[in-house]
């Protein structure tokens, strides 16, 4: 079975200061890792995914996050929050090896205050 | 329109009544995904298309879900004898292979209330 935590429910940062948004993963096997956003009234957007390679991975509007394999963690950065960013941020891991099913955390909810 | 389209955007129905829920996935997209996201819940998978076929149902909630893809394109959700369990924020995704490193791309979602 495949997992993904999502530690904290909301995170509350100052615009211009970094920001990291947490996620755990278990799975099986080796993993595909994603996030998304949602805005309100609307359906989740793609910003990043792991696949191979660099454990860096930098996706849309300047986040970027990093995988750990020892620490099973994929937490998601942006070196300078803005006031658009807030949103509600999902992390997701699919197991390379078995089945189709995209599993997801809980969502942390992400507000930047000017 | 690029983006995945889904139909209607609010559907409010009595207990014990049918709904069919209606996606409209990028177009040229092989794989099509159906996820419920309910309050406090999170998002949870219910059922994946590869093509007309679900090699993957495992997610539906019980027999009253069921779900078809016509022409490798359009799908439509069935909810039948609808409880107010079932209330949520339907979505539907579509990537344009099904390997498992691609990137799902989301419909706005249907929200049910069942009263």
């Known amino acids: 079975a495949q997992s993904v935590a999502q530690p904290e429910d909301q995170v509350n940062v100052a615009e211009g200061n970094p920001l990291t948004v947490k996620c755990t993963y278990s799975?099986?096997?080796?993993?595909?890792l994603f996030w998304y956003v949602q805005y309100p009234n609307r359906g989740l957007q793609f910003l990043l995914k792991?696949?191979?390679?660099?454990?860096l991975v930098k996706g849309s509007y300047g986040f970027e996050a990093e995988f750990n394999k020892s620490q099973t963690s994929f937490h998601l950065k942006k070196p300078s929050a803005l006031v658009s960013d807030s949103a509600l941020y999902f992390c997701?891991?699919?197991?390379?090896?078995?089945?189709?099913?995209?599993?997801f955390g809980g969502g942390t909810r992400l507000m930047v205050k000017p | 329109g690029a983006g995945v389209s889904q139909s209607p955007s609010n559907k409010v129905t009595e207990k014990g009544k049918d709904v069919e829920l209606r996606c409209d996935p990028i177009?040229?997209?092989?794989?099509l995904y159906w996820y419920r996201q309910s309050l406090g819940q999170g998002l949870e998978f219910l059922i994946y298309?590869?093509?007309?076929?679900?090699?993957?149902k495992s997610g539906l909630p019980s027999d009253r879900f069921s779900a078809e893809r016509t022409g490798g394109s359009v799908s439509t959700l069935t909810i039948q004898r609808t409880q107010q369990e079932d209330s949520a924020v339907y979505l539907c995704?579509?990537?344009?292979?099904?390997?498992?490193?691609?990137?799902?791309?989301f419909g706005p979602g249907t929200r049910l209330t069942v009263l």
């Open positions: 995704a579509s990537s344009l292979v099904s390997g498992r490193a691609s990137e799902q791309f």
């Open positions: 799975v099986s096997g080796n993993p595909y």
């Open positions: 792991y696949i191979t390679g660099d454990n």
């Open positions: 997701a891991v699919r197991d390379r090896n078995a089945g189709n099913m995209l599993t």
């Open positions: 177009s040229g997209h092989t794989a």
């Open positions: 298309f590869q093509g007309n076929s679900a090699p993957d």
